[in-house]
């Protein structure tokens, strides 16, 4: 083959040189390489590195070598190819042939510095002569240095790559996981909850169908009753004016006889309206109706009224229905029953001359209570003239404010001995529960965001969901309280603030509250001259006020007939201190 043969064919491999490369890797993945100069040898051993060609034994000596200007090509061993860095397989070009890109019948032969390019010599003399200028080759030799460190370079940091995608990719994938989970889980959560909302849904219609039906039937009855009654009256009336219009005397003896008893008995009972209300619940938990709850409001009614000598500070009721009261300020606890509209003492109980703070009936039918700026819980074991005053327990170094006692637990409200208001951050406000040994249960002092629940804790009930009823006071410049309601475990449920239609003109400051059979809460507010009573969601549903009689309500109590007291402070209009008793429709 002669020289312009071989060079006619190189430039032929040149030309398909992105398709060899190509087809190299192809094969070489299938392990089915042959020689890319002859194309049929399949033993190729050899890749020169200029013509990024595969050749075979016989190509390499025959032909490769006899191409103009390959003496300076790179040829390696195809098993040493596969194991050297790009830096260690660049090409020996020829810096001779490089084409000028502006003038392209001319050759550079130069460098500029200062532009960074490549000139020929009409480049040099159109605008390049003062420049600094340098041999290609030295810039060549610089830049293949700072590629093959920079390559260096590349190699060191493809492993961190290498590691952190695959770090990423299994922290995707055991996210996308967690998604999937998580995703699943929501799904499944809201399909729980609509089955939980159509069996609320179900419940309160139900509920509301239990309430309406009876008395839809009741009205249906009465009203034909009535219609019936108001009938025959007015066939009877018909009659006697036919009767007035005869012109023969005998109708009337007639008609006289037949209507002596023709009137209709009245109907003693008659239905009164009854309001029925639905209660949107306002926070919605696991243990929450996610609608809320239908009540019926009840209707109160100012039973009796009786005088006391004092303004009555607690009421309690025993199992007997025995009553006894403590007035405001007073170290006496005082049997009483009422009778010519008075609360007559009828036995009393002093306790060592101290302010009593709260009481509660115990479930052994005995009495505890704590007094002022004082760690014990008193107790009176009977009622009798010769009943000492024993200590119950200590709450040592807190002070004890409300008490309260179920059949389980007592709770008792405590303070640190500090000053009330402001709160420091030392400061010690919440609630302790005991059982009937002194054993100390429970605390409740912050929430699940460690925030304090109470600001100064005082009276304290209990509800039939077992929820913790407490009266809080918020400061006292000027005082400002509400009511704060934990769940069975602690868990704050609501809190009252007052309600505008009520405490428009006076700050809401509770002093006592009891509950009902029912779930009501039931709370005196005694600057607003209103009872409050709440729902078991801490949502207003009535109140008695002024119109009914009630001024300056400091004490409740249900006694064991069902009936609310209502103990009054003497700083009503008339000065006397009232106990109203209260007859409620629930």
């Not at 130069?110 to 080759?137: F, G």
């Not at 300056?552 to 209009?573: E, M, V, Y």
Request: proline share 2%; glycine share 4%.
């Amino acid at each position: 083959m002669t020289s312009n043969g071989i060079d006619c064919k190189v430039q032929s491999l040149k030309g398909i040189h992105l398709i060899a490369k190509n087809s190299y890797r192809i094969k070489m993945a299938q392990n089915l390489m042959v020689c890319q100069f002859c194309e049929t040898s399949n033993e190729p051993k050899y890749k020169c590195v200029n013509c990024d060609l595969i050749l075979c034994e016989g190509c390499k000596i025959k032909i490769h070598t006899k191409i103009k200007k390959t003496e300076v090509h790179q040829v390696l061993d195809l098993k040493e190819f596969s194991n050297l860095g790009a830096s260690e397989t660049i090409r020996h070009l020829d810096l001779k042939d490089i084409q000028c890109l502006i003038h392209n019948d001319e050759q550079c032969f130069i460098y500029c510095e200062d532009c960074k390019v490549l000139l020929c010599a009409v480049c040099l003399l159109e605008s390049h002569r003062t420049h600094n200028l340098t041999k290609i080759a030295e810039v060549y030799q610089r830049k293949v240095k700072e590629l093959q460190e920079f390559d260096d370079k590349i190699q060191q940091e493809l492993p961190f790559y290498a590691d952190l995608e695959k770090e990423l990719k299994q922290i995707k994938s055991v996210e996308n996981d967690q998604y999937d989970e998580i995703k699943k889980r929501i799904l499944k959560k809201e399909s729980e909850l609509k089955e939980i909302i159509t069996k609320q849904r179900e419940n309160l219609i139900t509920e509301l169908d239990k309430l309406w039906k009876p008395r839809e039937e009741e009205m249906s009855r009465q009203l034909k009753e009535t219609a019936e009654k108001s009938d025959a009256l007015t066939r009877n009336k018909a009659k006697i004016e036919e009767t007035f219009q005869s012109h023969n005397a005998l109708a009337v003896f007639t008609a006289s006889g037949k209507l002596d008893n023709d009137l209709p008995t009245r109907p003693e009972n008659t239905i009164s309206e009854q309001i029925t209300v639905f209660l949107e619940t306002k926070i919605i938990d696991d243990n929450k109706e996610a609608f809320g709850s239908i009540l019926t409001i009840p209707v109160f009614k100012v039973a009796e009224t009786f005088t006391s000598e004092g303004s009555i500070w607690k009421i309690e009721t025993f199992e007997d229905n025995s009553n006894i009261l403590c007035l405001f300020g007073e170290s006496k606890i005082k049997s009483f029953r009422l009778k010519n509209s008075k609360c007559e003492t009828t036995s009393i109980a002093v306790v060592d001359k101290v302010t009593i703070v709260d009481m509660t009936k115990a479930k052994d039918n005995t009495l505890l209570f704590t007094v002022l700026a004082s760690s014990e819980i008193k107790c009176l074991p009977t009622f009798t003239p010769d009943s000492k005053v024993e200590t119950f327990t200590s709450i040592s170094p807190l002070y004890a404010r409300g008490i309260h006692a179920t059949l389980k637990n007592i709770f008792i409200g405590f303070r640190d001995n500090g000053v009330l208001f402001p709160l420091q951050n030392e400061s010690r406000r919440g609630i302790l529960v005991y059982d009937y040994n002194c054993r100390h249960m429970r605390t409740y002092e912050y929430d699940t965001n460690n925030q304090r629940l109470f600001s100064l804790p005082g009276v304290i009930t209990s509800n039939i969901n077992e929820d913790i009823c407490v009266i809080d006071s918020k400061n006292n410049k000027p005082w400002e309280g509400r009511v704060v309601v934990l769940g069975k475990y602690g868990n704050l449920k609501w809190t009252y603030k007052g309600h505008h239609s009520i405490n428009s003109k006076n700050n809401f400051i509770p002093q006592d509250l009891v509950t009902t059979s029912k779930g009501l809460i039931l709370v005196s507010d005694t600057n607003s001259n209103a009872v409050h009573m709440l729902s078991m969601e801490g949502c207003l549903v009535t109140s008695l006020n002024e119109s009914q009689g009630i001024e300056k309500p400091l004490c409740l109590n249900i006694n064991q007939d069902g009936q609310l007291q209502i103990g009054c402070s003497s700083f009503g209009k008339d000065k006397l201190s009232k106990l109203h008793t209260v007859d409620i429709s629930l």
